[in-house]
């Protein structure tokens, strides 16, 4: 029993001493890559600094302004209320332009007529600026919902139906042949051999769409709404309160970094589970 | 009665120089119920068009194909790779073909046990060697029950030794489910160990020089002198009409 005994504990504590060697490496490589990102903020921050100081001028506020601003619009609420109407936009907006996106680019993919037909109007809108679908919108919507949401579709549905398309053509044709011959249906298609073949060109294409959406939506919100982190960011330019400015691009962009790592990397490593336990 | 027949087939392929070639012309071939029918040819002949067109996958420009009663039968195929969904594991891989076929998916796990693979069902087909990912697409063809098997070139990708395996492996499942099949290989021993008929294709477009008849019931024993006489035979046949 004293053996027993002995044996077991040597057990446990061989077990928290592995246990502690891979906590360590989990926090070794955790630093490893976070730890660049963070020296490259704080020298941005220190430069910042040290460029207000030097030209002591309102047009470039100091580290404490900038920190002053971004308490007043967190503490007030109205950072949450602006960034919230942008982000609800951009939400429609990607539902519209992913929608379009995945018929033209299945329509493309797999038709070459549509692939011709719709050749143009992807290159057209690919080099389009985000600038000319705000500008249009608000000219053919005026002050609605609908201009931020059809701006956004337009703007990032070519580059996501390029995506989609390239996916799709990228599907390996054997498999899609063994889908025929077990006579998968439809639907089982899409979720056993479509969805997940072009998930990587999906995520992708959706990164970038969300990118670009903000990009467009800011520019909506500057010209033709009165809500909205674009609406915020015009009356800084305005009043020329700089700091505001500053404060606002920060703030949206944390949720921008929020999404992007909370949200998309979550999803993707999530669908790609398989992938890390094939090399299992 | 047949559980498959080539009725006056003629398939046609229009090559990128947008030459013509006639691949099949008035073929005509049948499969009785449980018999498995080997077709060796020498390569580009048209043997893989045969089981395209058997399944679907290419139209014939005339003739047909026909399968016992009319209705669509429950087709099971393996290719010469496994053709497996990466990101599903391989019991998944088997039971998506069943629950097409309508049929219970608990028996995914019977056949991949069947097979040698019972306890790696959650296993992804990467993580698998070329032999067992090509068991598991083995089980899926039977796992369905299926009325006709398609077999093409199933086990020309692996080595000798898993590639016997294997063959040993699909005479107990042709056993145990009886189906009717066609099995295209360049390896006329193992057509001549696993066929009841031996179909010798030759010229072009494609015609039949020759049927050897196995009769030799199974289980057969692998290392019996009798099919190697026979590969004898098929071999010397297709290097007289390769000229």
Redesign the interface.
């Given at each position: 029993m004293a053996l027993w005994t002995e044996t077991a504990s040597g057990r446990l504590a061989r077990h928290q001493e592995r246990r502690a060697g891979i906590d360590a490496a989990r926090l070794r490589a955790l630093a490893a890559r976070v730890l660049p990102g963070l020296l490259f903020c704080a020298l941005l921050a220190a430069a910042w600094q040290a460029m207000a100081i030097r030209s002591a001028s309102p047009l470039v506020p100091d580290l404490y302004a900038i920190g002053d601003e971004l308490k007043l619009i967190l503490l007030s609420g109205e950072a949450y209320r602006q960034i919230g109407a942008t982000l609800g936009r951009i939400v429609l907006g990607l539902l519209l332009g992913f929608v379009v996106a995945l018929a033209v680019g299945l329509a493309s993919a797999r038709n070459r007529f549509a692939r011709s037909f719709f050749e143009p109007a992807l290159l057209l809108g690919l080099t389009v600026p985000g600038l000319v679908w705000a500008l249009l919108c608000v000219i053919w919507f005026g002050l609605s919902l609908k201009t931020s949401v059809v701006a956004i579709a337009l703007g990032i549905a070519p580059a996501l139906a390029v995506s989609i398309s390239q996916g799709i053509v990228a599907v390996d044709p054997?498999?899609v042949?063994?889908a025929?011959?077990?006579?998968?249906?439809f639907w089982?298609r899409l979720r056993?051999?479509w969805l997940?073949a072009i998930l990587p060109f999906l995520m992708s294409g959706m990164r970038l769409a969300f990118s670009l959406a903000w990009k467009v939506v800011v520019l909506v919100e500057v010209f033709g709404l009165s809500s909205g982190v674009g609406y915020a960011l015009n009356t800084g330019f305005i009043s020329q309160n700089v700091a505001a400015v500053v404060a606002w691009t920060l703030a949206f962009s944390v949720v921008v970094a929020a999404i992007e790592y909370g949200l998309f990397q979550t999803v993707e490593r999530r669908l790609t589970r398989?992938?890390r336990?094939?090399?299992? | 009665m047949s559980a498959l027949r080539f009725e006056h087939v003629d398939k046609t392929f229009v090559r990128p120089s947008g030459e013509r070639e006639a691949v099949l012309k008035d073929f005509s071939l049948e499969v009785a119920p449980g018999e498995l029918v080997a077709i060796v040819g020498s390569s580009g002949i048209g043997k893989s068009t045969l089981l395209h067109l058997a399944?679907?996958?290419e139209q014939p420009d005339a003739g047909r194909v026909a399968f016992t009663a009319g209705r669509a039968p429950r087709?099971g195929?393996v290719?010469q790779?496994p053709?497996l969904?990466?990101?599903?594991t391989a019991a998944d891989n088997i039971a998506?073909?069943i629950?097409?076929?309508g049929g219970d998916v608990a028996r995914a796990q019977e056949m991949l046990t069947a097979v040698g693979l019972g306890k790696y069902a959650k296993s992804?087909?990467?993580?698998l060697s070329g032999g067992q990912r090509q068991r598991v697409a083995l089980a899926?063809a039977f796992a369905?029950q299926p009325d006709v098997v398609?077999l093409d070139e199933p086990f020309s990708a692996l080595d000798e030794l898993t590639a016997r395996k294997l063959r040993l492996q699909l005479q107990e499942l042709w056993l145990d489910h009886a189906p009717s099949g066609i099995l295209v290989t360049h390896n006329t021993l193992e057509a001549a160990f696993l066929a009841d008929r031996v179909v010798v294709l030759g010229g072009k477009p494609a015609r039949i020089e020759k049927i050897v008849d196995v009769s030799e019931a199974r289980p057969r024993n692998a290392d019996n002198s009798f099919y190697f006489d026979l590969h004898r035979d098929i071999l010397a046949t297709l290097e007289r009409h390769a000229g």
């Open positions: 054997q498999l042949e063994a025929h011959v077990y006579r998968l249906r089982e056993y051999l997940p398989w992938k336990k094939s090399l299992v | 399944a679907g996958l087709l195929m290719f790779q053709r969904f990466d990101w599903l998506v073909a629950h097409t076929a992804y087909p990467l993580s899926r369905i398609l």
